[in-house]
């Protein structure tokens, strides 16, 4: 059973970047082909889409976090990567990874990260 | 701009009733890219049902989806004490993915 694992700081500074990995475990992140995902949650509100890379490589990124974000893969590590820049405290949330199964030309979420708390304060 | 409301915002129910939670898109949307998750509380969503009406393994057949075009609806049959979460609906607009502001089940 596949298994994903957020790493990196849980406070980010104003105007810094935040920089996240998340580890695949259980199954090769290279087998099939699937939509790597980040999606975040501030405290006690909805969840946000924030961009995935398809394991051919392309990329997408929510249009409202205009050009924040990079997003990566890394199979030798079994590992995608999230950087976001130019945080202010808006972007204090939960960040999860998630793994996209392709369903009839969109995707749905079947393995989910814990999420990690990123707190955006100076 | 393509907004998912879900209503009501919070249900209060006692254990063995029905509960049914709505999801409204804005405007028209493809069924096959409506998706269900529950989210307790501190933990990451879980996948309830895909393409408005599948449910996802594991998933008991208590929880079942159904709706198109516009209107969705998550029925939640008999409910248990462990059905106590936030729901939320995502939809695929094609230019990123949305989620609804999630419905409360509360069990008394």
């Known amino acids: 059973q596949v298994q994903l694992q957020e790493s990196g700081p849980g406070l980010v500074k104003p105007s810094q970047t935040l920089s996240l990995t998340c580890t695949v475990s259980g199954d090769s992140i290279s087998s099939g082909s699937f939509y790597w995902t980040w999606l975040r949650q501030p405290a006690g509100k909805g969840l946000e889409w924030i961009g995935r890379i398809y394991s051919s490589g392309s990329i997408k990124s929510n249009p409202s976090l205009r050009g924040r974000v990079t997003i990566s893969l890394d199979t030798s590590k079994s590992q995608f990567s999230l950087k976001l820049t130019s945080m202010t405290a808006a972007d204090t949330a939960v960040y999860f990874c998630a793994r996209g199964r392709p369903y009839t030309g969109s995707y749905y979420f079947d393995s989910w990260g814990q999420g990690a708390l990123v707190t955006v304060s100076s | 701009e393509i907004v998912l409301t879900q209503s009501p915002g919070t249900l209060s129910l006692s254990p063995g009733e029905g509960a049914t939670l709505s999801c409204r898109a804005s405007q028209s949307v493809d069924t096959s890219f409506l998706m269900w998750y529950q989210q307790k509380p501190g933990q990451a969503p879980r996948l309830l049902i895909y393409?408005?009406?599948n449910r996802a393994a594991g998933v008991p057949d208590r929880f079942s989806g159904s709706g198109s075009g516009t209107d969705f609806t998550l029925t939640i049959s008999r409910l248990e004490s462990g059905d106590c979460a936030v729901y939320y609906c995502q939809q695929d607009v094609g230019s990123s993915l949305i989620f609804g502001g999630g419905t409360k089940v509360e069990i008394k």
């Open positions: 393409g408005a009406s």
